[in-house]
């Protein structure tokens, strides 16, 4: 079955440094894989996707990943934070062959992430 | 355009009664999905629409969950007598085709069982 992992719970950062969001998934055959970003009490906003080609993946806000297929992984990146940036992040791989009649998400249990300014 | 909208934003019922949940998806999309989110926790799929083809009711919990949508646009999920676990972020999402196409999220609708 078709998974993925988020192994932390919070990323703390400081505003203008580095960030990143871990994810590492299991499917069986291609990965098409997606990021989430949940403010308060607001629905899931699209960052960005893997579906094909390029194995680094730019999206919205200055967010970009990396798709990286030896280390089953797709890690959420981003230059420089911002305090704006404090939300919940998932990360998505979709389930079902393409065409199927299966294509729902499949998502990991969420980071929060914390911008310290 | 106007995005995935969702009614009500809150629900609070009691325990044993019935509710209703509406989504409204982005015109021309052709797949509705339906997710649950329960307070700290994923997202878990609930049914997946996907045109005219049966539904998948695959992550449906239990026999007092069910949804219909007319076409390709309105859907409704009812809960039939509520229990305090049915307590969660309900997210409705449409796509233009399935497969691959990004799926886009409403608001919600926080339903609280007493």
């Known amino acids: 079955a078709q998974s993925v992992a988020q192994p932390e719970d919070q990323v703390n950062v400081a505003e203008g440094n580095p960030l990143t969001v871990k994810c590492t998934y299991s499917?069986?055959?291609?990965?098409?894989l997606f990021w989430y970003v949940q403010y308060p009490n607001r629905g899931l906003q699209f960052l960005l996707k893997?579906?094909?080609?390029?194995?680094l993946v730019k999206g919205s806000y200055g967010f970009e990943a990396e798709f990286n297929k030896s280390q089953t992984s797709f890690h959420l990146k981003k230059p420089s934070a911002l305090v704006s940036d404090s939300a919940l992040y998932f990360c998505?791989?979709?389930?079902?062959?393409?065409?199927?009649?299966?294509?729902?998400?499949?998502f990991g249990t969420g980071t929060l992430l914390a911008v310290q300014p | 355009g106007a995005g995935v909208s969702q009614s009500p934003s809150n629900k609070v019922t009691e325990k044993g009664k019935d509710v209703e949940l509406r989504c409204d998806p982005i015109?021309?999309?052709?797949?509705l999905y339906w997710y649950r989110q329960r307070l700290g926790q994923g997202l878990e799929f609930l049914i997946y629409?996907?045109?005219?083809?049966?539904?998948?009711k695959s992550g449906l919990p239990s026999d007092r969950f069910s949804a219909e949508r007319t076409g390709e646009s309105v859907s409704t999920l009812t809960i039939q007598r509520t229990q305090q676990e049915d307590s969660a972020v309900y997210l409705c999402?449409?796509?233009?085709?399935?497969?691959?196409?990004?799926?886009?999220f409403g608001p919600g609708t926080r339903l609280t069982v007493l």
């Open positions: 893997y579906i094909t080609g390029d194995n």
């Open positions: 999402a449409s796509s233009l085709l399935a497969g691959t196409d990004t799926q886009y």
């Open positions: 998505a791989v979709r389930d079902g062959v393409y065409g199927g009649a299966t294509n729902k998400l499949i």
């Open positions: 499917v069986s055959g291609n990965p098409y």
């Open positions: 015109s021309g999309h052709t797949a």
């Open positions: 629409f996907q045109g005219n083809s049966a539904p998948d």
